[in-house]
């Protein structure tokens, strides 16, 4: 109990809610203060299968879309973090969002997933919070939840 | 943002449990060097409803002597705190773990909760993951969930 604790490697799931930023907030304070760690950012997106079929038969650039304006906004969070000195990287990936999660942080040894959460809000948290539920049971790695500020 | 991450008080529940003390032990690691916090044990776990119940209906002996072993074991481990130089506390409870927990941490303003699951694995998942899951809900500050 007495060695020093560090996280080298710290997943932070960013879908630019409120919930997601606070979690990115306290990942970049233990990135320093219980580091140094290499943060990457994961953001995962899906559409419903019919959604997909419709958008392929239309030849709408739907996915394109969702994966160029997710990469947009994380490319700036990374500058931000990179300014600050931290370690940093971004994933872009396609799938259901805790199950990319949990698989990204087994392939990366992850030690810690800091993920946003909407807690007790309605019918919000049947989205939401189950995400948060199933990571952690899942998760190979301690996983910290975070609530927006006064949410 | 540059500020520094100071947690103030954590609240540590614990059945003693593998998980729980992994959990405490990250706590512990995190009230000093992301500190100096103040660790609250709780020990949410110690007697289930069924042995209140049986309590009621004359087992008044298992239940004492549940709560003492738990007791000895609080304060093995706030000796062990002592020790290591972090501060800490104890608070046996009788409620919904749940309950307890998140009343804890909202009543002392903590910054952080540290606990076990069990992961999904049979009963255990039933009794701690889901305890964890109810907590993660209702918490009024971020939690760490370690298996």
């Known amino acids: ?151 | 943002m540059s500020e520094a991450l100071r947690f103030e008080t954590i609240v540590v529940p614990t059945d003693f449990s593998p998980a729980a003390e992994k959990a405490l032990e990250l706590a512990a690691q995190l009230a000093r060097q992301a500190g100096p916090a103040k660790l609250l044990l709780v020990n949410a776990y110690a007697v289930p409803l069924e042995l209140e119940a049986l309590a009621i209906y004359g087992a008044k002996q298992v239940y004492e002597e549940l709560a003492a072993e738990s007791d000895k074991q609080l304060k093995e481990i706030l000796e062990r705190l002592r020790k290591e130089g972090v501060s800490a506390e104890s608070m046996g409870n009788h409620g919904r773990p749940e309950d307890v927990i998140v009343e804890l941490a909202r009543e002392r303003k903590a910054d952080l909760i540290v606990m076990g699951t069990h992961g999904r694995t049979g009963l255990p998942h039933v009794l701690l993951g889901s305890v964890a899951e109810r907590v993660i809900r209702n918490a009024p500050c971020p939690v760490i969930t370690v298996k």
């Open chain 1, 1 to 151: 109990m007495t060695e020093a604790l560090r996280f080298r490697i710290i997943l932070v799931p960013m879908d630019f809610s409120k919930e997601a930023r606070a979690a990115l907030e306290l990942a970049r304070k233990l990135a320093t203060s219980a580091g140094p760690a290499h943060l990457i950012l994961l953001h995962a997106y899906f559409l419903p299968v019919e959604m997909e079929a419709l958008a392929t038969q239309q030849n709408l650039p739907i996915l394109q879309l969702l994966s160029s304006q997710a990469s947009k906004e994380l490319e700036q969070i990374l500058k931000s973090l990179q300014d600050a000195g931290i370690s940093s990287e971004f994933l872009v990936s396609r799938g259901y969002p805790e199950q990319v999660i949990v698989d990204l942080a087994r392939d990366k040894d992850a030690d810690l997933i800091v993920l946003g959460t909407r807690g007790r809000t309605g019918l919000a948290h049947v989205a939401l919070g189950s995400i948060a539920e199933r990571v952690v049971r899942e998760a190979p790695c301690p996983t910290i939840t975070v609530k927006a500020p006064g949410g």
